[in-house]
């Protein structure tokens, strides 16, 4: 059973930083493309970020380009996503979710972790 | 950017009523569209993917079609269970985007 298990959410004061896991099980980790999404409250679904299966290749929305980075530890079956510079616009539950780009997108996904932003 | 806008933003109906929801794109995206059902405090789920395959275990009573820039998803006979918010989804380019949703209410 694929398992996407997401931490490291909480309260954050604005210009501060916060680095989010996102433990992996039941599927080969290393052979997949994963992402971050997220969703302000009451809001939609915005995508954040990608990184391929080897972490080469990386894309991010351009509201956190230069603020946050994705990365990965195939070692460890792990999604990190490291946001500093943060503003109360990146309020929101942070998804983790695997990325399959051909034919389905985003298939399986995390429950979420919640950041909030606020003095 | 490609935008997606989803038609209606709310939709009220009842158990047993045939639904439609419509996506449209700013530009094509083939067939590189999923729609997702999200339910209060839950992740979101796939139903369809590549416009109108449908996920494995989704009742076949969800449908996709379109192509290029209009979609559609249609539930053919709305159960309890289908009340929840409805999104579509552009994975044609990055930076891949959501449409707004579109809740399902109880009429």
């Known amino acids: 059973e694929v398992q996407l298990v997401e931490s490291g959410g909480g309260l954050v004061e604005p210009g501060g930083s916060l680095r989010l896991s996102c433990a992996a099980s039941g599927f080969t980790f290393s052979r997949y493309w994963m992402s971050w999404v997220r969703q302000a409250p009451g809001k939609g679904l915005e995508w954040v970020a990608n990184i391929k299966e080897d972490g080469s290749e990386k894309h991010y929305v351009d509201s956190v380009k230069g603020r946050f980075t994705i990365s990965r530890d195939n070692a460890k079956n792990s999604l990190y996503l490291q946001m500093n510079s943060l503003r109360a616009e990146d309020t929101a539950v942070y998804y983790c979710?695997?990325?399959?780009?051909?034919?389905?997108?985003?298939?399986?996904w995390g429950q979420g972790s919640l950041v909030t932003v606020s003095a | 950017d490609i935008q997606m806008t989803q038609s209606p933003s709310t939709l009220s109906a009842s158990v047993g009523d045939r639904v439609t929801i419509t996506c449209r794109a700013t530009q094509s995206i083939s067939t590189w569209l999923a729609w997702y059902q999200q339910k209060p405090g839950k992740a979101p789920k796939v139903l369809i993917y590549?416009?109108?395959t449908l996920e494995s275990g989704v009742p076949s009573r969800f449908s996709g079609s379109g192509s290029g820039t209009e979609f559609s998803l249609t539930i053919s006979s709305l159960q309890p269970a289908d009340f929840a918010t409805y999104y579509c989804?552009?994975?044609?380019?990055?930076?891949?985007?959501f449409g707004g949703g579109t809740k399902v209410e109880i009429k």
């Open positions: 979710a695997r990325y399959d780009g051909s034919p389905r997108s985003f298939e399986y």
């Open positions: 989804h552009q994975y044609n380019s990055y930076p891949v985007t």
């Open positions: 590549k416009a109108s």
